[in-house]
């Protein structure tokens, strides 16, 4: 079982910045990679960026691509969203995940989410 701790969201105006955090509980994380998806209000979740845990490659949606960037810290088991040049369609919560298997889509665990509002 890996729990999942989100922290960074808040009140930010359009072109601010804010960085989310993500812990997983344990000594060391054993999964592929983790990822970073959000939900507008009336609106399906979404993809925004994944990083595979051992190589450190990354992956982002178009949306937020040259934006945002995704990194992880191994001793920390932590994985950060640094989130720049914010824009109000980004207002949403923020929810980690993990997928524990290379294999596959399906993503293993998620965190509670974290509201960003970014205000025009």
């Known amino acids: 079982q890996v729990q999942l701790v989100e922290s960074g969201g808040g009140l930010v105006q359009a072109g601010g910045s804010l960085r989310l955090s993500c812990a997983a509980s344990?000594?060391?994380?054993?999964?592929?990679?983790m990822g970073w998806f959000r939900q507008a209000p009336g609106k399906e979740r979404e993809f925004v960026s994944f990083?595979?845990?051992?190589?450190?490659?990354?992956y982002y949606a178009d949306s937020v691509k040259g934006r945002f960037t995704i990194s992880r810290d191994d001793a920390k088991n932590t994985v950060y969203l640094q989130m720049n040049s914010l824009k109000p369609e980004d207002t949403a919560v923020y929810y980690c995940?993990?997928?524990?298997?290379?294999?596959?889509?399906?993503?293993?665990?998620w965190g509670q989410g974290t509201q960003v509002t970014v205000s025009s």
């Open positions: 344990g000594r060391t994380f054993s999964g592929y990679g």
């Open positions: 990083i595979v845990w051992s190589i450190g490659s990354t």
């Open positions: 995940a993990v997928r524990m298997e290379a294999v596959g889509t399906e993503y293993d665990y």
